[in-house]
């Protein structure tokens, strides 16, 4: 079936450092994948997406690989900041246009 | 202005009984979402509409029914509440039923059933 997985699901580290954000997929056929941010109490927030015929992509402070090859997709914050705490979420779509959501990861970043 | 809202945002309520939620997008968007947020922070998709029709349908027990009676409201009925119920309940809206445009969420409204 179908299904997005994360390595981690959770994440340290020291403001100003760099995170990185793994996730893994098993559907061959998708084609498109999104990061989400959640705040607490709020709902997610689109990042940065990436079509399957890239392999990177890059935003303002957050960059998205993409590895067809091991169905791996990952999420690097740079200079980390208080304000990146969140969980954060990869999703890819699915049959008949759905998102499918991983797990989640959730950032802490410590002062 | 808020793009997604949703209320109630807190709904506790006891099991067997019937509540719904209510969404509205000011977007212009053509498709609305239902999603739910287990306590794992799992995220899956209930429902889509497009334009009130309805697109996806996941295998949701029929207890949930979704209305939507114009393109910008997409409305959640839940009847005989259980427990199992308990989650935090997203709306989202995209321009179109196709997954490359961006979802916009709204606040979410955490359902929980006594």
């Known amino acids: 079936g179908e299904s997005v997985g994360l390595h981690l699901p959770t994440l340290s580290v020291q403001e100003g450092d760099n995170s990185i954000i793994n996730c893994a997929y098993s559907?061959?056929?998708?084609?498109?994948f999104i990061w989400y941010k959640q705040e607490s109490g709020k709902g997610p927030q689109f990042i940065i997406d990436i079509r399957s015929n890239m392999d990177k992509r890059q935003g303002q402070r957050v960059t998205v690989l993409l590895n067809k090859t091991v169905k791996h997709l990952s999420l690097q914050i740079a200079a980390t900041q208080p304000g990146d705490s969140a969980v954060y979420f990869c999703a890819e779509s699915g049959r008949g246009g759905k998102l499918i959501f991983g797990q989640g990861t959730e950032l802490s970043v410590k002062p | 202005d808020t793009a997604v809202s949703q209320t109630p945002k807190y709904l506790v309520t006891q099991m067997g009984n019937d509540k719904s939620i209510k969404c509205e997008q000011n977007?212009?968007?053509?498709?609305m979402y239902w999603y739910k947020q287990d306590s794992k922070k799992f995220l899956k998709i209930m429902f889509s509409?497009?334009?009130?029709?309805?697109?996806i349908n996941e295998t949701v027990p029929n207890r949930f029914s979704p209305k939507s009676p114009d393109k910008a409201h997409l409305n959640l009925h839940i009847n005989s509440l259980e427990l199992g119920d308990s989650a935090v309940y997203f709306c989202a809206s995209s321009p179109s039923g196709s997954p490359q445009y961006t979802q916009y969420f709204g606040p979410g409204t955490r359902l929980t059933v006594l």
């Open positions: 509409y497009n334009n009130k029709e309805l697109i």
């Open positions: 559907n061959s056929a998708s084609d498109y």
């Open positions: 977007l212009g968007h053509d498709t």
